[in-house]
């Protein structure tokens, strides 16, 4: 018998998911917290996939009441941006019971410790089981109502659940649906190889003059190469980081090649040209985009935080940090996941490893 699906939110990801999964002859209903984002899902009562995906998927059940939406699934795929992740928790919160798997899509960084955090503040006693995927499968965007265009499917993307003793579990119940899905060490893995806190942040903020002048260009294949090399300084930051906590993450280039076909180059801005499924995708045309307001705090904020438990400086991160705080006016260190808010304060290197292993 088929798993039950729950897709909570209702952007290009959430789409994807949803589109796909009924497209498969799964039984999916989908929440969100806006209706004005679903109006189009509700009266077309379906998905229409483009692309490397193609059709219509029909929903059981669009709606901004989630208590039907989850009551009854067995696999619960969260697809919001990241800072959103701790509403979901506290939404979540009263309906789940035992059996049920959530999956952050993706955690970003320290997702999964950060929803758990949530549920132990709210004394949630149902056993479900929560796991991060380290970046999202789908490469794709809405492109109409009720409709996403599928560029790519990622080969493989890592999970782990939080604690990693239930990795095993969670992945016999996913790979069924998803094969892509890889068992990651930890969550550690999974939130130090987040690659968008690296890529998305970097060139929004060193892109701001040309962002604002409103002149349009392509995220990706319009980078300059001054851009890739600080992208390159930060992510050997974010390695050292990674090795202080015994993680072997991936470089930028490496995650590239291993996600994608095609790959070529041996920098990472060659890499990043050779990238056929990143054509297309345009930049944002302002600087209040979800690149800096949930990139920075769910990103580079807690990667920041990992590093300073770890003694290990991270200068270039940190600086587009408060960059960052500057162009929006936003305290992101305050807001973001610190080691408050993954519960990690007064924690040394072993006590966090202990803690994400379990």
């Known amino acids: 018998m088929k798993p039950q699906i729950a897709v909570l939110g209702a952007g290009n990801g959430a789409h994807a998911f949803a589109g796909d999964l009924a497209l498969r002859g799964y039984a999916v209903r989908l929440y969100n917290k806006f209706a004005h984002e679903i109006g189009d899902l509700q009266n077309t009562r379906g998905v229409t996939c483009e692309g490397v995906v193609a059709g219509f998927g029909a ?21 919001v941006p ?8 506290e939404t979540c919160a ?8 959530i999956v952050l899509n993706p955690g970003r960084t320290g997702g999964a410790l950060e929803f758990r955090s ?20 789908y490469t794709c965007r809405l492109s109409g109502p009720a409709r996403v265009r599928i560029s790519s499917v990622k080969k493989q993307v890592a999970l782990a659940a ?3 003793c239930d990795t095993a579990p969670v992945l016999a119940r996913l790979n069924p649906l998803y094969p892509q899905f890889v068992a990651a060490a930890d969550v550690l893995e999974t939130g130090l190889d987040n690659i968008g806190a690296m890529f998305h942040p970097t060139t929004t903020i060193l892109s701001a003059g040309r962002i604002e002048s409103g002149v349009a260009f392509e995220f990706y294949r319009d980078m300059t190469p001054s851009i890739a090399r600080m992208i390159e300084v930060m992510d050997a930051e974010r390695l050292a980081v990674a ?5 072997n993450a991936q470089s930028a280039g490496e995650w590239l090649a291993r996600s994608y076909d095609g790959i070529a180059g041996d920098t990472l801005y060659q890499r990043i040209q050779s990238n056929a499924a990143y054509r297309g995708i345009a930049a944002p045309r302002s600087l209040d985009t979800r690149y ?3 990139d920075v705090p769910t990103g580079l904020v807690p990667m ?4 300073r438990v770890a003694g290990v400086e991270m200068p270039a991160c940190a600086g587009l940090v408060n960059i960052a705080c500057a162009l929006h006016r936003r305290d992101y260190w305050e807001e973001g996941r610190n080691t408050r808010r993954l519960a990690i304060e007064g924690l040394n290197i072993a006590q966090v490893k202990a803690m994400v292993s379990g």
């Open 94 to 101: 009263p309906h789940l019971r035992d059996g049920q798997i």
């Open 59 to 79: 929903l059981e059940l669009a709606t901004t009441d989630i208590a039907p939406v989850i009551a009854d699934a067995d696999l619960i795929f969260i697809v």
């Open 118 to 137: 949530v549920l132990k503040q709210l004394n949630v006693t149902a056993s479900a089981l929560v796991a991060e995927a380290q970046t999202l499968l």
């Open 162 to 164: 939080f604690p990693a």
């Open 292 to 294: 800096i307001w949930e």
């Open 243 to 247: 090795h202080a906590y015994g993680v």
């Open 304 to 307: 920041v935080a990992l590093a």
């Open 82 to 89: 990241a800072n959103a992740h701790a509403f979901m928790a």
